[in-house]
């Protein structure tokens, strides 16, 4: 069974789930996970988990992404992309500089309402299932970060721009919201997903390349083993067997069983030359072997450090 992260570019036209499935026919194995839905028609980085690091599919949804967007002003529809159903039209009579001034607009914190296009649930349901039988839920807002926006180009009425954005975040509504702010409607036209965790555009691989590795005998290069995908967390090595007995069987530790230890990635960064407190950090446990075993947190009120997730040495 294959462990670890592949960065898959997904294509035009499968959903994350096809992927998912087209990836278990693939590889033989059935425990694949990916890290956050694209829309079908959306494109880019899709880290999908494998064995073992299914566990890490959680943590790498958390991530903040980055997306090259194309915004069409002038048309609004019930996704809130080009797909949809066209529910109002206007003529964009907005200047260049007046345009440019609401995307910036939108830099930094603000509460965005999900669509009703979305796999999120109400009362169990998803919002998409709710919206194709003609139901329209009243949905909360919910705070999101856009830490930058780049403004590629401007050809009205089409806006290409880069979004760097916190989880959570609807490009299709950041797009509506934008066309609402100038008064001239607005939708998504085409979506890139260029990073997310760490995993690139420029690493990614197409399912037919995916294939085409597999027959070479050459996947393993390709997949990222788990407690890499963790490297910005700092590592703790035990240093005898009285602590790797406890790791492997899942158990919390005391500080003084483990010794800490970097990796070059790391040893730069301005957080770690001065001393990194690891007590308030989650931090990743080798067993004396350097065998990988899990994510762990310190606990100050049993002064130990704890298990998050094990992904190794179980017994």
Known sequence: MYDGVI????????????????????????????????????QGVLPVCLGQGTKLC??????NKTYCAVLLLGRETDTQDTSGITLDEREVICSEEEIRNAVMSFTGPYDQIPPMY?????????????????????????????????????????????VSCSKGTYIRTLCHDIGRTLGCCGCMEELLRTETGGFRLEDSKKLSEIEALRDEGRLDEFIVPVDLVLEAYPSLVMKGEDGDKLVHNGNPFYGDMAELKMIPSQQDQDHQEQGADIKNTPVRVYDSKRTF???????????????????AGGK
């Open 7 to 42: 960065n898959i570019y997904k294509e035009k036209g499968y959903t994350s789930h096809d992927v998912v499935a087209k990836m278990r026919g693939i590889l033989k194995q059935k425990k694949i996970g990916h890290t956050g839905t694209l829309d079908p028609d959306a």
């Open 293 to 311: 075993i899990g994510i762990y947190q310190y606990r100050e009120e049993k002064r130990w450090f704890q298990p998050q997730k094990i992904f």
């Open 58 to 63: 959680d943590m790498l949804t958390d991530k």
């Open 118 to 162: 979305s796999a999120l649930k109400v009362n169990g349901r998803k919002l998409c299932d709710l919206a194709r039988e003609g139901q329209i839920i009243e949905r909360k807002a919910r705070p999101v970060t856009i830490h930058s926006i780049v403004i590629e180009k401007v050809e009205i009425p089409r806006v290409t721009m880069t």
